[in-house]
């Protein structure tokens, strides 16, 4: 059973960056998707992008994409959500997700184009991540 630990937030500035990192236990990755949900307070979970178990297979939340960059590391059994040009309203705690059925999970996207948190049964605690205007 893989354990999830996420890493990297904090305070920024808006229009600044940051790189939130999921480390993983108990199993390898490299057979996992892998994906990144959000969460602000007062507001729904949101899914912001995910990534299969081939690097070339990813999924961005309109709100995110061309400013998110997700990838993977094998080799440290890690994933990382790269966010550039942040604003305000990507102020949320992060969470990493990871599905054992990484096929379907980077097929079936919400409304907004990110991943659905149904298709994740593994969860870590979260990151806050603060943007200031």
């Given at each position: 059973?893989?354990?999830?630990?996420?890493?990297?937030?904090?305070?920024?500035?808006s229009?600044?960056?940051?790189?939130?990192?999921?480390?993983?236990?108990?199993?390898?990755l490299?057979?996992?998707?892998?994906?990144?949900?959000?969460?602000?307070?007062?507001?729904?979970?949101?899914?912001?992008?995910?990534?299969?178990?081939?690097?070339?297979?990813?999924?961005?939340?309109?709100?995110?994409?061309?400013?998110?960059k997700?990838?993977?590391?094998?080799?440290?059994?890690?994933?990382?959500?790269?966010?550039?040009?942040?604003k305000?309203?990507?102020?949320?705690v992060?969470?990493?997700?990871?599905?054992?059925?990484?096929?379907?999970a980077?097929?079936?996207?919400?409304?907004?184009?990110?991943?659905?948190?149904?298709?994740?049964?593994?969860?870590?605690?979260?990151?806050?991540?603060?943007?200031?205007?």
């Amino acid at each position: 059973q893989v354990q999830l630990v996420e890493s990297g937030g904090g305070l920024v500035e808006s229009g600044g960056s940051l790189r939130l990192s999921c480390a993983a236990s108990g199993s390898t990755l490299e057979y996992y998707a892998v994906a990144w949900f959000r969460q602000a307070p007062g507001k729904e979970r949101e899914g912001v992008s995910c990534i299969g178990a081939a690097e070339d297979s990813t999924c961005y939340a309109a709100s995110v994409k061309d400013r998110f960059k997700v990838s993977r590391d094998n080799a440290k059994n890690t994933i990382y959500l790269e966010m550039n040009s942040m604003k305000p309203e990507d102020t949320a705690v992060y969470f990493c997700a990871a599905s054992s059925s990484p096929v379907m999970a980077t097929m079936v996207r919400d409304m907004s184009g990110g991943p659905l948190a149904t298709q994740y049964g593994y969860w870590g605690q979260g990151t806050q991540v603060t943007v200031s205007s």
